[in-house]
């Protein structure tokens, strides 16, 4: 599998990333299955949070893993805190508790990088910097980034922290790429052109922030996936047409086309199907050319001025 750099962390972690916000109702024995198959194929970074099946993702991750020392160092550990029910909390007892329980089900003494999952409002950015600076130097935590987050709260964190941001994971697909249409369509009388991010992208790659696609299939917020959506003709067809030159699926073109942007961006998976997992990974050994990787674009519904 193609590594690339994790922003400034000094890690270099698979370009594709998989995400276990769905493994919690696997039994041990498929999700011991799904990891041994993304371990063969390099795919050794993985995405968590506390949240993920309320804290089932993380343990069962661990148990169907028979977590130890030696294996740890085999992976790469990701995962989040913030979200509470009802509101987000990046106070310090927070953020302190969560990672201690993070850990424990991880079955790991540390993370190597953790992600406030989605921007506090009330959020402090003095006390967060004291906070990763605790969890730094006890070693529990080795880099630390944001989801969901814009610019201007990145920037308001980096004021403070005294260590880089080193990535943002935000939702991207084909069907939900308006931070990329934005830059497409600056200054147009259209909706398009709406800045909804404040330039997430072009913040991300000025600053050495990797950014990382959550949701790379779900059109809208969880609405479900495009592929093989009769929602979706056009962009099923170009998809297909587009799979059929490189002798792959349309599974594979979905990732392929977000790892086709220059701001290296790494899909996160989130299939819990062998052969979907093969498929996806599978998008690290081809590249789209800039025909396809538009046609994608435009049969998607996306506008070009
Ligand atoms: N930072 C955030 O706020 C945030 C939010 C959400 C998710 N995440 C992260 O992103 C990861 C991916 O999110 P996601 O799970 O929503 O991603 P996704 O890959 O877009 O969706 C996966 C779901 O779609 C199904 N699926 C995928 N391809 C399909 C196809 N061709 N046909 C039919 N079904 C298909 C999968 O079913 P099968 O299992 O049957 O393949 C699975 O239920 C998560 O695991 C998590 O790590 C982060």
Not at 87 to 97: A, G, N, P, T, V
Not at 144 to 149: A, D, L, M, R
Not at 180 to 204: L, P, W
Request: hydrophobic share 40%; with cysteine.
């Amino acid at each position: 599998m193609r590594t690339i750099k994790l922003g400034r962390s000094g890690l270099s972690v698979p370009t594709v990333a998989v995400g276990c916000m769905r493994i919690g109702g696997m039994s041990d024995r498929d999700a011991a299955a799904f990891l041994d198959k993304a371990m063969s194929m390099g795919a050794n970074f993985f995405d968590h949070a506390d949240i993920y099946g309320g804290g089932r993702c993380e343990e069962k991750f661990a148990s169907a893993f028979e977590m130890n020392d030696d294996k740890r160092e085999t992976v790469i550990l990701q995962s989040k805190c913030g979200i509470r029910p009802g509101m987000y909390d990046f106070s310090r007892e927070h953020i302190l508790s969560s990672v201690d329980n993070i850990l424990s089900r991880l079955k790991t003494d540390y993370l190597d990088v953790l992600l406030l999952h989605r921007p506090d409002i009330l959020c402090e950015p003095e006390e967060v910097a004291e906070v990763f600076a605790i969890l730094k130097n006890s070693g529990k935590v080795r880099n630390f980034g944001v989801s969901n987050h814009n610019p201007m709260q990145m920037a308001l964190l980096e004021k403070y922290l005294g260590m880089p941001i080193v990535a943002n994971q935000i939702q991207m697909s084909i069907t939900n790429c308006t931070a990329i249409s934005q830059g497409i369509n600056v200054n147009m009388e259209n909706n398009s052109a709406t800045m909804r991010d404040g330039s997430v992208i072009d913040y991300c790659r000025l600053n050495d922030i990797t950014l990382q696609a959550w949701s790379p299939f779900q059109y809208g917020f969880f609405s479900g996936v495009f592929v093989d959506n009769p929602e979706f003709p056009e962009l099923n067809r170009a998809m297909q047409e587009v799979a059929d030159a490189h002798g792959v699926n349309k599974n594979t073109v979905a990732i392929a086309w977000l790892l086709r942007h220059p701001a290296k961006i790494i899909p996160v998976t989130g299939t819990t199907k062998l052969s979907r997992l093969e498929d996806c990974l599978k998008a690290a050994d081809i590249t789209l050319t800039r025909d396809e990787w538009y046609k994608i674009y435009r049969a998607a519904g996306n506008n070009i001025p």
